[in-house]
């Protein structure tokens, strides 16, 4: 992965005015839809720090096997807080699919 000069690098993530990766369609399961219904929340600023690598409140490993999955071309996970549930978007290995869930839905 070639990182741009106007990335901006902070505690392993990466934050690319260009996406980093494609996201091929873009749904949500039921429960996500709910979710982001009952809070209010709009779903694009999430999907566009997903696409960027603002990855959310994932785990340093995860940030590390995302910045390889962008590499190589394997599963991207984010993790953000909606109200106090947490909403997964997993972008599929072959970036045919990005997907919102919840994690009892996974």
């Not at 990466?14 to 039921?30: D, K």
């Not at 071309?73 to 972008?91: N, P």
Request: glycine residues 6%; negative net charge.
């Amino acid at each position: 992965m070639t990182i741009e000069k106007n990335s901006i690098v902070q505690d392993s993530v990466i934050c690319s005015e260009s996406p980093l990766f494609n996201l091929g369609s873009v749904v949500a399961t039921h429960g996500a839809i709910d979710l982001l219904k009952q809070h209010k929340v709009d779903a694009e600023p999430m999907l566009w720090r997903h696409q960027h690598g603002d990855f959310g409140t994932v785990c340093a490993e995860d940030v590390q096997a995302n910045l390889e999955a962008i590499k190589f071309g394997s599963r991207v996970l984010s993790a953000y807080l909606v109200g106090d549930q947490q909403m997964w978007i997993i972008t599929e290995a072959d970036r045919s699919s990005t997907t919102f869930l919840l994690p009892s839905e996974y």
